[in-house]
């Protein structure tokens, strides 16, 4: 049962245009979404995120939206830049903590 | 604080040998999380304890994967029998549960492979 989705495996920009990456959840129980950024070799790192009473949270470079209604959310990052190049996980929250089978986004220079 | 600690980093062991995992979480976190890494189904939750008490298992795959947590400062997850198919790279977080959620730090992972 994959409560949390991420449908894009893979996602390619150019260095300094927008990334958008996408994610979509069905428990409408969950109140705290994450997402995390992993290198290979290494252990997700945290990134942003948002409670559910927000609908935007910003952090430089990205910026994390909430649509409740839609059970949606994305990560914005602008612009992108060659080391942003990593595997993108989504994550949510209510008591434990369900993830997204991830995004690859690749910047391109 | 060094961040959870996860050993061994590397296992390789024959079919049907137990393996055990081990983490050591963040001081003065009070949830743990054992998940593992799939192309198919990303971070897949294996386990999550609270307090030092499971609270939701209904990710560990099969009779074969046990975990414990017997204080604060350590949690192991075990196979036995090991099998090919639970090759696969696994991962221990933990993060304070308070009134409020906050994020869940990773460990490196233990990459599991099983001949």
């Known amino acids: 049962d994959q409560q949390v989705k991420q449908n894009s495996p893979s996602l390619s920009v150019q260095e300094g245009r927008i990334s958008i990456l996408n994610c979509d959840y069905t428990?409408?129980?969950?109140?705290?979404f994450l997402w995390y950024k992993k290198y290979p070799a290494e252990g997700p790192t945290f990134l942003i995120s948002i409670s559910s009473i927000k609908d935007k949270n910003e952090d430089g470079r990205f910026t994390v939206f909430l649509n409740k209604s839609a059970k949606h959310l994305s990560l914005h990052i602008v612009p992108s830049q060659p080391g942003d190049s990593a595997v993108y996980f989504c994550?949510?929250?209510?008591?434990?903590?369900?993830f997204g089978a991830g995004t690859r986004l690749t910047v391109k220079p | 604080d060094a961040g959870v600690i996860q050993s061994p980093r590397h296992e390789v062991t024959e079919m049907g040998q137990e393996v055990t995992l081990r983490c050591k979480p963040i001081?003065?976190?009070?949830?743990l999380f054992w998940y593992r890494q799939t192309m198919m189904r990303g971070l897949e939750l294996l386990i999550y304890?609270?307090?030092?008490?499971?609270?939701?298992d209904s990710g560990m795959p099969e009779d074969r994967f046990s975990a414990k947590m017997p204080n604060a400062s350590f949690s192991t997850l075990k196979i036995q029998p090991s099998e090919p198919r639970d090759s696969a790279v696994y991962f221990c977080?933990?993060?304070?549960?308070?009134?409020?959620?906050?994020?869940?730090?990773f460990g490196q992972g233990t990459r599991l492979t099983v001949v």
């Open positions: 994550a949510a929250r209510h008591v434990d903590m369900r």
């Open positions: 977080a933990s993060s304070f549960q308070g009134t409020m959620n906050t994020e869940a730090f």
């Open positions: 304890f609270n307090n030092n008490v499971p609270i939701d």
């Open positions: 001081s003065g976190h009070n949830s």
């Open positions: 428990n409408s129980m969950f109140d705290y």
